[in-house]
């Protein structure tokens, strides 16, 4: 599900859906970095392009306009601690896909940075509590469990990623681009009917979770 949102990121703008983050949560040693690893390596070098929680807001903001359509990862949640305000403020911050107006030294406005991106986070804690707000619980999907329960195998992931990375999301890219050239609504009708398909299956569901799943689902 992870290396399916990877690949799910440029598609957000063909079919003019907002930036949402999945969050891999659970117990330690359960490989949830080697899975983000893992589906950083579709654009990159995970080891280059993986941020940490350990960051500013300003550095995070700029991150996320850097990578602009691509993923954006983010690892170790409890690096921040009880810091439940900054965790949710980061949320609203990624989820409105553009950063805060800030005056020039020479006067006027800085250029607005922008994104359209979906962000891979990963911790031993959730994103959310039980006094989150119905804001952050939408924009986030949140997923408990050990992603690579095997030791050995998430080692395995770790050095091979660092030796084999950023062919699969180009590959993706021109094959993106050839469904468009032949049928422009493709993409809009597949996510469309998967949409469909989830909403009558899942009725309980937020709107704002099935449709991210949707997305994920087509990229995959």
Not at 44 to 67: C, D, Q, W
Not at 70 to 76: A, R, S, T, W
Not at 197 to 207: D, P, Y
Request: include cysteine; charged fraction near 20%.
């Amino acid at each position: 599900f992870t290396l399916a949102s990877a690949f799910a990121a440029p598609l957000l703008r063909i079919v003019n859906q907002r930036v949402f983050i999945v969050h891999n949560w659970g117990p330690s040693r359960g490989g949830k970095t080697a899975s983000l690893k893992a589906a950083l390596s579709v654009w990159g070098e995970p080891e280059e392009i993986m941020a940490s929680f350990n960051a500013t807001k300003v550095g995070l903001e700029r991150l996320a306009a850097f990578y602009s359509d691509l993923p954006l990862g983010i690892d170790e949640r409890q690096v921040v601690g009880d810091r439940q305000g900054f965790v949710e403020s980061l949320v609203y911050l990624l989820g409105l896909g553009k950063g805060k107006a800030r005056g020039s030294k020479g006067g006027g406005l800085q250029a607005f940075q922008s994104w359209r991106t979906i962000a891979l986070t990963t911790g031993e804690e959730p994103l959310s509590t039980g006094s989150s707000t119905a804001g952050i619980k939408t924009r986030t999907l949140e997923l408990y469990g050990v992603p690579i329960p095997d030791e050995k195998l998430a080692g395995l992931i770790h050095q091979g990623v660092g030796r084999s990375f950023g062919v699969a999301g180009p590959e993706f890219i021109r094959r993106v681009l050839k469904e468009l050239e032949s049928d422009p609504e493709v993409f809009k009708r597949d996510f469309d009917a998967f949409q469909d398909f989830l909403s009558e299956r899942g009725q309980e569901n937020m709107s704002s979770h099935v449709a991210a799943v949707a997305l994920i689902c087509m990229a995959d």
